[in-house]
């Protein structure tokens, strides 16, 4: 009976190793998933910030070429001013 208390005693130690370790292994789990959903949030809005910089684009093009067409278009006059 005391070799059956002895192996009793060395499961439930067992068992509890592998409790703790559970236990540590979910704690774990859950930091890696709040720092996963703090990264998904970051990727969205970083996203987010691409999409509005790529749809701005075409307006700041249509800007940039029309401030050629007039800087352009002052050189022109200006050089006609000095010839004239």
Known sequence: MHDFHVLF???LQGNTNVIS???KLEMT???L???NLKL???NFELRLELERANSD????REKVEH????FMLYIFIYC?????
């Open 21 to 23: 370790q559970l236990e």
């Open 57 to 60: 684009s075409p307006g700041l």
């Open 40 to 42: 998904e949030s970051e």
């Open 67 to 70: 401030l050629k067409s007039m």
């Open 80 to 84: 006609e001013n000095i010839v004239d």
């Open 33 to 35: 998933e709040k720092m």
């Open 9 to 11: 005693n060395a499961i």
């Open 29 to 31: 789990k859950d930091v």
